[in-house]
């Protein structure tokens, strides 16, 4: 069955340290998301690609990069770990501009 | 600014009765909604969705009202079974925003035995 892949599932790192999340999706769909998901704030949008080599910037974006070289996959980084971006990582995907969005099953990181 | 907003925190029902949640959205370019479920420890999961050319979708025990004149949506989920217990997310999107989803923060439902 196709699928939506997180990894790691579970990180604790420390300020100031480059941390990279894994998302990798096997639908072969075009949109792929970074959420994270905070007590109060439900879910919110870190960055987004529409295809291979196109990244947009989401509502949270400071502090976080992503890139698309394949289809599969949108690695997110924290380039310098903060504290305040301790928090739970869900990446999504859909076939196209419409529709559901399926999600991972997330990735929680702890900042120290 | 919040565009989409779940207003209760926290829902508790009885089994067997209706759950209702509501959501409003305050971005009248809104033209599509959808209704996400999450169990702890689990990425989200959708469960249904309505155009704004529609004002009510059903699919089984749910069932989602759109009223585009007061800008609120609303999940009905007839009956309730503890398995429903969750955090129920509200999303909505338009084309003008490329159609990234916009998610409220989301209800916890509570279905009691």
């Known amino acids: 069955d196709a699928e939506i892949t997180q990894s790691p599932r579970h990180k604790i790192t420390e300020t100031g340290r480059q941390v990279t999340l894994a998302c990798h999706q096997t639908w072969n769909h075009n949109n792929m998301f970074w959420y994270r998901q905070d007590l109060g704030h439900g879910l919110r949008l870190i960055h987004y690609s529409y295809g291979v080599h196109d990244t947009n910037k989401g509502e949270v974006s400071d502090g976080y990069s992503v890139s698309r070289s394949n289809t599969e996959d949108l690695p997110l980084t924290l380039e310098s770990a903060a504290s305040s971006q301790t928090s739970v990582y869900f990446c999504a995907s859909r076939k196209g501009n419409t529709g559901e969005l399926f999600f991972g099953e997330g990735s929680r990181l702890t900042v120290l | 600014d919040q565009q989409v907003k779940q207003n209760s925190p926290s829902l508790s029902v009885q089994e067997g009765r209706i759950s209702i949640l509501n959501c409003d959205y305050t971005?009248?370019?809104?033209?599509?909604f959808l209704w996400y479920k999450k169990y702890p420890a689990e990425g989200p999961t959708f469960l249904i969705s309505?155009?704004?050319?529609?004002d009510k979708n059903e699919d089984g025990r749910f069932t989602v009202f759109l009223n585009k004149s007061a800008k609120h949506l609303s999940l009905h989920i007839v009956p309730s079974q503890p398995g429903d217990s969750a955090v129920y997310f509200c999303a909505a999107s338009d084309g003008g925003s490329n159609y990234k989803l916009t998610f409220g923060k989301g209800t916890l439902l509570t279905v009691n035995p």
């Open positions: 971005n009248s370019m809104f033209d599509y």
């Open positions: 309505i155009s704004s050319i529609k």
